[in-house]
């Protein structure tokens, strides 16, 4: 099978010929792999972030595609573009800071984005740690290389992945959505707006599940958040609030015949539970073990590994980051061991191999999928 058909084969719940295996390094070592400062590829786009990603998964030859997410600025399915621009309001060595800026209005955002040669941008930055007057009294356009834009940036990333793996898009639906303390207050202060946010975004995300489904080229999978979803939010909140509307989209995802996925960091035990008994979700991930999380993959497999697809669950620090090759083959094998029967899985990490992760690790944790993963 090619890697692409691989996976898709799992989304299916058919078997393949491998245990398909997609670490998670959307980000860090694609960037540290152009030899550019990191800011080249986040803010000058030379090259994009999905280009970078893309080298990355060709290299390693993984079954590549959950972490491509970053398409542009330019929405691919109703070609909307941001109505703020970008500007560079400080730089020195080691740092790159922008804000918004609203050419309607004249306004500037009250806090920025920090680019570093070495690390991917921060962003909600003040503009008082760089010392720029607000508003600021000088800036310089940001000269990015120019790419192609929405639908069209979107045909020529699936084109030149191929079949090295799969191309999804947005759904427009978040599992995330209390994302700080000050949003826990703010909603126990006045739920109102939060759960109209909510509402709303559940009926912008059907509609925009019609517009996929007229596309000419539809998306292998779509994304439905929701990165730390149980970090600021209960289980709870995520019940009575969330999966009302998680369970509209997956069932309509389904009805038009398009798997969803969901990456959720963090603690995730609970929300497995919740999205395997009650919505159509298709795959999730990364099922990170303690700390970091609360999932055993062994226990996953057992109680849920029939009726969803499992992704997971490597240790990003401990193993990838600090481990030896022979970590890495004893864990895949581990858990190739423990959740690779009757399929319905994906090995993978959890969330984000750090920038320093050994290539060789990396290497070997997909020589051990393509061996000793085979069924």
């Known amino acids: 099978m090619t890697n692409r058909e691989r996976l898709l084969a799992v989304l299916r719940g058919?078997?393949?010929?491998?245990?398909?295996?997609?670490?998670?390094?959307?980000?860090?070592?694609?960037?540290?792999?152009?030899?550019?400062?990191?800011?080249?590829?986040?803010?000058?786009?030379?090259?994009?972030?999905?280009?970078?990603?893309?080298?990355?998964?060709?290299?390693?030859?993984?079954?590549?595609?959950?972490?491509?997410?970053?398409?542009?600025?330019?929405?691919?399915?109703?070609?909307?573009?941001?109505?703020?621009?970008?500007?560079?309001?400080?730089?020195?060595?080691?740092?790159?800071?922008?804000?918004?800026?609203?050419?309607?209005?004249?306004?500037?955002?009250?806090?920025?984005?920090?680019?570093?040669?070495?690390?991917?941008?921060?962003?909600?930055?003040?503009?008082?740690?760089?010392?720029?007057?607000?508003?600021?009294?000088?800036?310089?356009?940001?000269?990015?290389?120019?790419?192609?834009?929405?639908?069209?940036?979107?045909?020529?990333?699936?084109?030149?992945?191929?079949?090295?793996?799969?191309?999804?898009?947005?759904?427009?639906?978040?599992?995330?959505?209390?994302?700080?303390?000050?949003?826990?207050?703010?909603?126990?202060?006045?739920?109102?707006?939060?759960?109209?946010?909510?509402?709303?975004?559940t009926e912008d995300s059907l509609a925009r599940l019609e517009a996929i489904a007229r596309l000419p080229a539809k998306p292998d999978f779509l994304t439905c958040g929701g990165s730390g979803t149980l970090i600021f939010q209960t289980p709870g909140f995520v019940r009575e609030h969330i999966l009302p509307g998680l369970k509209r989209v997956t069932r309509r995802a389904a009805e038009i015949g398009i798997p969803t996925h969901i990456h959720s960091c963090?603690?995730?035990?609970?929300?497995?539970?919740?999205?395997?008994?009650?919505?159509?979700?298709?795959?999730?991930?990364?099922?990170?073990?303690?700390p970091m999380g609360d999932c055993t993959l062994g226990e996953m497999k057992r109680l849920y590994g029939e009726r969803i697809v499992l992704k997971g669950n490597l240790h990003t620090t401990q193993v990838m980051l600090l481990g030896s090759r022979d970590d890495v083959v004893r864990a895949s094998r581990k858990a190739i061991d423990d959740a690779g029967k009757g399929g319905r899985f994906i090995l993978s990490t959890g969330d984000q191999c750090g920038r320093e992760t050994p290539l060789e690790n990396i290497r070997a944790m997909v020589e051990t999928a393509r061996t000793y993963g085979r069924y």
């Open 266 to 290: 963090g603690p995730e035990k609970a929300l497995v539970d919740m999205v395997v008994k009650e919505t159509d979700l298709t795959v999730i991930d990364p099922l990170e073990i303690p």
């Open 14 to 201: 058919e078997m393949p010929d491998c245990v398909p295996v997609s670490p998670d390094f959307s980000n860090m070592i694609p960037c540290k792999l152009t030899g550019k400062p990191f800011w080249d590829i986040y803010l000058f786009k030379d090259p994009p972030l999905w280009r970078a990603y893309i080298d990355a998964m060709k290299l390693f030859d993984n079954d590549g595609g959950f972490e491509l997410y970053d398409y542009g600025p330019v929405d691919v399915v109703n070609g909307t573009r941001p109505e703020t621009e970008e500007r560079i309001v400080y730089r020195d060595s080691e740092r790159i800071f922008t804000q918004a800026f609203d050419p309607r209005t004249g306004q500037w955002s009250e806090r920025g984005i920090s680019y570093s040669a070495v690390n991917p941008p921060v962003e909600n930055v003040a503009p008082s740690l760089y010392g720029v007057p607000q508003p600021p009294r000088e800036w310089e356009p940001v000269d990015a290389k120019p790419q192609p834009e929405g639908y069209e940036a979107w045909l020529a990333i699936r084109d030149l992945v191929g079949n090295s793996g799969i191309v999804g898009m947005s759904s427009g639906f978040g599992t995330f959505v209390l994302g700080s303390e000050a949003d826990v207050y703010s909603f126990h202060d006045n739920p109102g707006p939060w759960i109209e946010k909510i509402q709303r975004m």
